[in-house]
């Protein structure tokens, strides 16, 4: 059975969600040892925190990750440097799981223009996330049992989460 690992990167923490098949067997919030700095070291400790999540006596077939996206104008959030320092991770992590393939995808590619709650939502069912605010709101995407997988996630972190499943869900067309 393929293994698929889907990340939302991040410096202090990424979001991670393993497939085996087609299902959702792991989502998980991994936080980076590393506490300051957005250095070499730190995105490498990162990408080892997220490789150490998987089991190595199953190999990952494929590792599946947000790539930052720079956006122009009013849309634009933030340092734009910042977003070197995801693909750092990205490219740390993608190099330490030595899967068969690697792919990658902008976040307009998954999700569009989709606000963030909303897409949450879609990934997880609203009556996982109570967000009833955004009409109207699909059906969720993941069962029940997988939705066992998505609980006890850090105070604020859980979108992070949704972000790698929705990665997932959207590369094995479930999205």
Same mark, same amino acid.
Request: with cysteine.
């Given at each position: 059975?393929?293994?698929?690992?889907?990340?939302? %990167?991040? &410096?202090?923490?990424? $979001?991670?969600?393993?497939?085996?098949?087609?299902? =959702?067997?792991?989502?998980?919030?991994?936080?980076?040892? &590393? /506490?300051?700095?957005?250095?070499? +070291? #730190?995105?490498?400790?990162?990408?080892?925190?997220?490789?150490?999540?998987?089991?190595?006596?199953?190999?990952?077939?494929?590792? @599946?990750? +947000?790539? %930052?996206?720079?956006?122009?104008?009013?849309?634009?959030?933030?340092? %734009?440097? *910042?977003?070197?320092? =995801?693909?750092?991770?990205?490219?740390?992590?993608?190099?330490?799981?030595?899967?068969?393939?690697?792919? /990658?995808?902008?976040?307009?590619?998954?999700? $569009?223009?989709?606000?963030?709650?909303?897409?949450?939502? /879609?990934?997880?069912?609203? +009556? #996982?996330?109570?967000?009833?605010?955004?009409?109207? @709101?699909?059906? $969720?995407? =993941?069962?029940?049992? +997988?939705?066992?997988?998505?609980?006890?996630?850090?105070?604020?972190?859980?979108?992070?989460?949704? *972000?790698?499943? $929705?990665?997932?869900?959207?590369?094995?067309?479930?999205?």
């Amino acid at each position: 059975m393929s293994r698929l690992l889907a990340v939302d %990167p991040g &410096i202090r923490g990424c $979001g991670v969600a393993l497939f085996e098949g087609r299902t =959702l067997c792991l989502a998980k919030y991994v936080e980076n040892p &590393i /506490r300051r700095g957005d250095d070499l +070291e #730190a995105q490498l400790a990162m990408a080892h925190a997220v490789w150490a999540l998987s089991d190595h006596r199953t190999p990952v077939d494929l590792v @599946v990750v +947000e790539w %930052p996206q720079v956006y122009q104008g009013s849309k634009q959030k933030g340092d %734009p440097r *910042d977003l070197l320092t =995801l693909a750092g991770v990205d490219a740390a992590i993608c190099c330490m799981v030595l899967a068969v393939a690697r792919t /990658r995808y902008l976040p307009a590619e998954w999700k $569009g223009q989709v606000p963030g709650d909303l897409m949450c939502c /879609r990934v997880v069912g609203c +009556e #996982a996330m109570a967000c009833k605010k955004h009409a109207p @709101v699909l059906p $969720g995407k =993941l069962s029940s049992t +997988e939705l066992l997988c998505c609980q006890h996630q850090p105070q604020g972190k859980f979108h992070n989460v949704a *972000d790698a499943i $929705g990665i997932g869900l959207k590369h094995l067309g479930r999205l």
